[in-house]
Structures are given as C-alpha cells and as structure tokens.
C-alpha cells in the first residue's frame, strides 16, 4: 500500500529572522508542514521558532539563493508534497517566486516581482500609464555635476532595503560620496544578497505631501485596501529615511483623500499587471499633486503592520497570503474599525548599548518587542538598526490626544548607550 504523502509549504528564512514563527502557525493550522529554509545568522543567533519547526535546513551562506531552493525541494520530494512557497523578506521575493511557478503554485511572475523592485522600471512603467509624473534616472558623475537646487530630488538605490541609501539628494556634495554607501552595502553582511559591487543608485523628482501605506490583498474579487497607515514620524539621519512611527486610519487625510488613494493604488496593480498577492504600498499625497507611488512591495509590511490590520480590520494578512499561494478564494470578515499606533525604535550605527529601559507611557501597550540586548554592539552602517517596536489600540482616544500620546510614546523603550 503507498504510503499518504504529508502536504508541506516551504518558509524562506533570512538568517533564521523573517516572522518563522507566525508562518508556520499559520500554515500548520491550515493542516500543511511546516518545512523552513534558511541562511545562517551574521549574528549568531539561535532562533525562538527552532524547536516549534521539525524540518528545518539552515545552509552555509548568509543568503539563500535558487539552487539552495532547488536542492531542498529535491531532500523533501520523497517524504512531502509540497504546496507553495512563502517569504516576507524582500530579497527572497524573486526566489519564492520562483519557487512557486516550480511547484505550480499560484503567484504573480520572477518577472513582475523584478520590476516592483526595480524602482527605475517600475516609475518609469507607471509614467507610460499616466499613473505618476515624477522623472527618474540611473544617477551617474556627469547626471550629478548637471543637477541645480538639489532638495528638488531624492536618491536611492535601483534595488533596495531598509531605507538604506535613501535620501534627498541635498544631503551630499559630491557624487564621490555615494562609493564609501555602495561598499557598505556589499560589505553588511545582514543584508547579504541583497546588494552587489554593481549596485546602482538612481535620482527621481521628490514626492511631497503625507506618507502612507497601503496593505493590499488581490483575488479573484480583484484589490481590496485592509489599511492604510500614516506615517506621522519621519526623520531622515545621514544617508537614510528612518520611518519611526505609524497610525491607522490616517489622521491627517479626509475620508474622500484616502478613497481616492485606495483608488490610484488599485489602478496602479492592475497597470502593473498584478493579478494576485499581498502587498505593502508606499504612496504620497499632496493637494497640489495628487497621489504619487513611492515603492510597491510584494510582500506583507514589516515591524507591526501585520498585527495592526489585524486590529483595525480583522483583516490577517498573513492568512490571506497563504491561501492565496494554495488558490483559495479569500473570505473577509466583518471589519472592527479599530484606530491603532505603532512606534518603531532605532538605534544608532556604531554605538554600544549600556542599558534598556521599558517604560509606561499612559496608554497599556498591547505588545512590544526587544530585538537587541544590553551591552551589544550595532552595526556601523547606513540603515534601519531596529532596536525594538511597540502597538497600541488608540480607539478611546480624542484626535488631540493621539497627537499628545505620539510625542509620549517616544518613551516606551529607552536607549542608553556607552559613552
């Protein structure tokens, strides 16, 4: 008699981090295994999902790539059927989809997550659609040496992560001073995979007006916007665009401004040619100019974008991602409508952390999070350093008093560092 085949979806993990733990929840209550691939830790990390996973493959690198899927996939062939694949880090997206056309699941093209992630090509295939006005181009001496009133633009890099390299153009003198980001990028070895000595850096008309982001589902019923977060703490420092602090529903926008930017961002999937997913969609809006595309991530949202939909909706991204990969049809439930805020804590490059304070500040946090310890050095690098996150449900609270508690919550968690 043949044996029944157990069915397995496959994690992709960056050096064991990457939300393991809630995927393979999610995936296990839906009756599959649980199978996670992942490169090792730059850190030496041990993971806190390890004993909760029973196939786990960790490789050599600090980054997976297409053959390391392969050869996993081939270990499993015998014992599992594996169904889908599945990674919130950004640079596997091109490999789960790869995956997924290997395994027949469903999931948008390598070539359409390459474009969404080509910042170049996909401004410049929103221009084509009439979905954006903003000119961009690879940034190069001769480019630089031309430009006047540098605040006008922004710079980051064609291919990015975590803010890294994102700045407005005035933050720089001299188009020398982009070579020391570039090998700092290559040489960061928890962002492994994700730049090259080739890397380029591209300069695009700035974006005026508040920041938001979409948290996008696309079905069969077609694109659905379960939140959309403002972004009410920007701070740029040095040679990075730290994003600090968020809070849903907008505070800052009319109801008739965000249905219009629920609007733009389902034209700008389907110009796109997006036709399934979970996406976390950065866009701008000023009254002059309307609603402008910023990134369109094919993937869910970081920090606590996940657990704030999830609050103010009931909408669970994670869930919705996952039957999306299997072909279920996503069901929505019944909205609550919660108002929620989230604060993001970094630290700074190249300093040592003497002590971590956690402290009330007027409104119990729901949950929160340390992803440093006392008397660990960071890195000395030009990008996002988390040092922990916190959400809260602001619900009860008077417009006057959200903006009074975002100030406050800055001292949740305290950083003091070595002198």
């Not at 496959?10 to 050096?15: D, V």
Request: proline share 2%; charged share 25%; aromatic share 10%.
């Amino acid at each position: 008699m043949d044996r029944m085949m157990k069915n397995g979806f496959i994690i992709l993990s960056h050096q064991g981090l990457s939300q393991v733990g809630p995927l393979a929840e999610e995936i296990n209550r839906r009756g599959y295994q649980a199978c996670v691939l992942s490169s090792k830790s730059s850190r030496g990390l041990q993971p806190d999902w390890l004993n909760k996973v029973e196939i786990v493959s960790f490789t050599d690198g600090y980054s997976l790539n297409k053959h390391d899927v392969d050869v996993f996939v081939s270990s499993l062939s015998n014992d599992i059927k594996l169904v889908g694949c599945i990674s919130v880090w950004d640079g596997y997206r091109s490999i789960m989809a790869y995956a997924n056309k290997v395994l027949r699941a469903n999931d948008i093209d390598v070539e359409i997550v390459d474009l969404l992630r080509d910042k170049l090509l996909m401004r410049k295939t929103l221009m084509q659609n009439g979905l954006s006005r903003k000119n961009v181009f690879i940034l190069d001496q001769e480019l630089f040496d031309q430009l006047t009133n540098l605040h006008h633009y922004f710079i980051k890099p064609r291919v990015g992560l975590a803010s890294f390299g994102a700045f407005r153009a005035d933050r720089i003198v001299s188009y020398d001073e982009l070579e020391p980001l570039r090998q700092l990028a290559c040489s960061d070895a928890a962002y492994c995979g994700v730049f090259d000595e080739d890397m380029q850096f591209i300069i695009e008309d700035y974006i005026n007006g508040i920041e938001c982001s979409f948290e996008v589902s696309v079905g069969i019923a077609g694109v659905a916007v379960h939140a959309i977060h403002e972004k009410v703490d920007l701070q740029s420092h040095s040679r990075t665009t730290l994003e600090n602090a968020c809070v849903c529903p907008p505070i800052s926008l009319s109801e008739k401004e965000c249905a219009d930017g629920v609007d733009f961002v389902s034209r700008c999937l389907i110009a796109l040619g997006i036709d399934t997913g979970v996406y976390h969609i950065e866009a701008r809006y000023h009254s002059d100019d309307g609603w402008e595309i910023i990134e369109i991530n094919p993937r869910i949202g970081g920090a606590y974008i996940v657990d704030s939909t999830r609050l103010h909706s009931n909408a669970d991204l994670l869930s919705y991602w996952v039957g999306l990969i299997v072909g279920d049809d996503i069901s929505f439930d019944s909205e609550k409508h919660r108002k929620t805020f989230f604060r993001v804590f970094f630290g700074e490059k190249g300093r040592t952390i003497n002590r971590l304070t956690r402290n009330e500040t007027g409104l119990p946090v729901l949950m929160d999070k340390l992803f440093i310890n006392e008397g660990e050095h960071l890195p000395d690098v030009e990008r996002e350093i988390f040092v922990g996150q916190a959400l809260w449900d602001i619900t009860s609270l008077s417009c006057s008093a959200v903006k009074s508690f975002i100030s406050a919550s800055e001292t949740h968690f305290i950083v003091e560092y070595r002198t």
